[in-house]
């Protein structure tokens, strides 16, 4: 969200092309930040909020450095005036974090085993059978467009389980597939 307090200095050139797509991202977020939580987990009345963040800065982002439509004052004026995350950027600016959803993905402090979030994972990388793309939640964080999927494979006796762990808007779904063999 913007800082309250906005510089006196008026926007550069280009603004009033952007402006009603960030008011309209901002007045999202203001019913994302009044939406009651109630019967929701403290993480899950969060994600409505960390998606709208990474769509504002990734707008701002794809806006300068994909289709070059802004100036760099402009972008500059929507860094310092809080409408885009300079960190968020930064990180998308590196090999190997262009898909980075949020900055909580990178820190292992807030996962129980010191991992990073799937996001992380190269889709090359990523032994997966089926994938999704969609809206998707994983540990708290949003990951816009991502592929997700996690697969766990278990080997028993008798069975092969194959354990699909598909998260769609904050919905956790199972698919278990049980073959004998």
Same mark, same amino acid.
């Given at each position: 969200?913007?800082?309250?307090?906005?510089?006196?200095?008026?926007?550069?050139?280009?603004? =009033?092309?952007?402006?009603?797509?960030?008011? =309209?991202?901002?007045?999202?977020?203001?019913?994302?930040?009044?939406?009651?939580?109630?019967? *929701?987990? *403290?993480?899950?009345?969060?994600?409505?909020?960390?998606?709208?963040?990474?769509?504002?800065?990734?707008?701002?982002?794809?806006?300068? $450095?994909?289709?070059?439509?802004?100036?760099?004052?402009? $972008? =500059?004026?929507?860094?310092?005036?809080? $409408?885009?995350?300079?960190?968020?950027?930064?990180?998308?600016?590196?090999?190997?974090? =262009?898909?980075?959803? /949020?900055?909580?993905? &990178?820190?292992?402090?807030?996962?129980?085993?010191?991992?990073?979030?799937?996001?992380?994972?190269?889709?090359?990388?990523?032994?997966?059978?089926?994938?999704?793309?969609?809206?998707?939640?994983?540990?708290?964080?949003?990951?816009?467009?991502?592929? &997700?999927?996690?697969?766990?494979?278990?080997?028993?006796?008798?069975?092969? /389980?194959?354990?699909?762990?598909?998260?769609?808007?904050?919905?956790?779904?199972? $698919?278990?597939?049980?073959?004998?063999?």
């Amino acid at each position: 969200m913007p800082k309250v307090k906005r510089s006196r200095k008026p926007p550069p050139d280009g603004w =009033e092309l952007i402006e009603p797509t960030l008011d =309209e991202l901002d007045q999202k977020m203001r019913e994302a930040e009044t939406e009651p939580h109630e019967g *929701k987990r *403290k993480v899950e009345a969060l994600w409505p909020i960390f998606r709208l963040h990474h769509q504002r800065s990734r707008y701002i982002y794809d806006l300068f $450095y994909k289709r070059k439509a802004i100036s760099r004052e402009l $972008y =500059e004026y929507c860094i310092k005036e809080g $409408y885009a995350d300079k960190n968020l950027i930064a990180k998308w600016k590196k090999q190997g974090y =262009e898909n980075l959803c /949020c900055l909580r993905c &990178i820190q292992t402090r807030d996962t129980n085993f010191g991992t990073n979030c799937i996001c992380r994972v190269p889709r090359a990388n990523s032994k997966l059978e089926g994938s999704l793309s969609a809206l998707t939640v994983v540990a708290g964080a949003v990951l816009v467009n991502c592929w &997700i999927s996690a697969f766990v494979t278990v080997q028993s006796d008798s069975h092969l /389980c194959l354990w699909s762990l598909l998260f769609t808007t904050g919905l956790i779904s199972y $698919y278990i597939n049980i073959n004998e063999k």
